[in-house]
């Protein structure tokens, strides 16, 4: 009887254990949801610039472009869509230029946009005065120029955030590829 009585009160406790469980869905913090589009964020006083000190490069490494993407705004700016990986959050252009040569029609740039099946996205939220930079790496040799060169060359150079709602690009500069 008493054997009885303990497994009986075992059971019910187990059954209540079990009863009073549930399980929740993951949530994990700063992780957007994919959506189809991103609205424009209005009013938007930004800027995009590229801040990196070097502007000649060897054909035989990457040149680093370095980029900053500045709020001017008294308000949060807030970017829903902004990509985990920072390079693929700008666009770069660029065309062969020389000195004294009015700047190309935007036909005769190369885009180099990265390539992105499915970005993960998180939200970037700037305050006043706040900034994130974002390093752009470029192969002139590979994807550029594909091959060699005997002497400097000269290229003009912008970029543009790779994002629906905010619309921002760069002033071009000029950047020397030497042998």
């Known amino acids: 009887m008493k054997t009885t009585r303990m497994i009986l009160i075992s059971a019910v ?10 399980s929740k869905d993951e949530v994990r913090m700063g992780v957007v949801t994919e959506l189809e589009h991103f609205p424009k964020i209005r009013n938007v006083n930004a800027e995009l610039d590229i801040v990196s000190p070097a502007r000649t490069f060897n054909i035989n490494e990457p040149a680093l472009l370095i980029f900053r993407f500045t709020n001017y705004s008294t308000k949060r700016l807030v970017v829903y869509e902004w990509k985990m990986v920072d390079e693929y959050n700008v666009r770069l252009y660029l065309t062969p230029w020389s000195e004294g ?28 005065d706040n900034f994130t930079l974002v390093e752009k790496r470029i192969d002139f040799k590979k994807d550029i120029i594909k091959g060699e060169i005997e002497k400097p060359r000269t290229f003009l150079v912008y970029g543009e955030l790779n994002l629906e709602s905010v ?11 030497t042998p």
């Not at 406790?13 to 549930?22: E, I, N, P």
């Open 13 to 22: 406790f187990a059954g209540m254990l079990l009863a009073s469980c549930k």
């Open 167 to 177: 619309n921002l690009k760069t002033n071009s500069t000029v950047l020397t590829i």
């Open 101 to 128: 040569k009015p700047v190309p029609p935007p036909d005769q740039w190369i885009c180099l946009k990265p390539e992105i099946k499915k970005p993960r996205l998180m939200t970037l939220d700037l305050g006043l």
